[in-house]
């Protein structure tokens, strides 16, 4: 399968960082006093902007929704020392789809600030065309995100390719009438993500690329 531009979510399907997400949120709701969510319900939000994700963990304290957004951005960024490494053959899949001519991009529930600082941090951020934060556009799974990329790239929606490992990345993809590609390192497992009818759905970077037609990829990374 060839496609001129790919997309991208970031958390759980480029880097590993969805147990600091988790451990964040949890932290957050403890310093804020409201009832912790356990892991899987605060995984249930990954994807969503922040704003939405607090309202939708935490529908009975409107009064706290701001504070417990604020708390949740210190503890990720100044406070939680949880690893969040890039998953495996990452960067080495994403440069030979771009050297290939495939453009990249990506779409994400994180603040604009959040992915400039895990671009930095990653290094890959020369990689990427262009991208869109939830501070940037309606969150996921509203298609702003996906619409804003492609008309600032030029790219028809049938050669495009949206990968993320959440059932809210799948319905972002059909909400823009792109096709998606799940991956199963993040949040949700292979029996929902397929559930949304992705065109594939994959277990790590060498099956993606395999998927994406670059040929002979395991050699090249062995």
Sequence with gaps: MT???????????IMDSIDKIVNSLQLAASSCGVDVPNAEQAKSIIGLSLDIAVQTLFPNHESKWQALSEAYKHQFKYLDSTPTPLFENVEQVLAALKKSGVMLAVATGKSRAGLD???EQSGLGHLFSTSRTADEAQSKPHPQMLHDILAELNIEAADAVMVGDTII?????????????????????RERLAS???????????????????????????
Aim: charged share 25%.
């Design 169 to 189: 990345d799948m319905e972002l993809a059909a909400n823009a009438n792109i096709a998606a590609i799940g991956v199963t390192m993040g949040v949700d497992k």
């Design 3 to 13: 496609r001129k531009l790919v997309i991208f979510d970031w958390d759980g399907t």
């Design 196 to 222: 949304k009818h992705p065109i594939a759905v994959v277990d790590n970077y060498l099956e993606l690329a395999t998927v994406l037609g670059l040929e002979h990829i395991e050699t090249k990374l062995a």
């Design 117 to 119: 600082r895990m671009m």
